[in-house]
């Protein structure tokens, strides 16, 4: 049987991409617990086609 939780898959998007105006996107999949964090993620992860980290933002 599979684990009842808390823990929901959500989208993370490159910011600085989105305005650049470059075309692409750069996104990432991970999960997170909507009870220990209920606002949307913020993360720094790497950007291959800016080739840079840049902060990645949740989208809906």
């Known amino acids: 049987m599979a684990k009842k ?15 650049s105006g470059m075309p692409g996107t750069s996104r990432y999949i991970t ?8 606002d ?5 992860k790497f950007n291959p086609i800016l080739k840079k980290m840049t902060v990645h933002k949740e989208i809906k």
């Not at 949307?40 to 720094?44: A, F, N, P, V």
């Open 31 to 38: 999960t997170k617990s909507k009870k220990n964090t209920p």
């Open 40 to 44: 949307r993620l913020e993360l720094k």
């Open 5 to 19: 939780g808390n823990r929901v898959q959500v989208i993370l998007e490159c910011t600085e991409h989105k305005n």
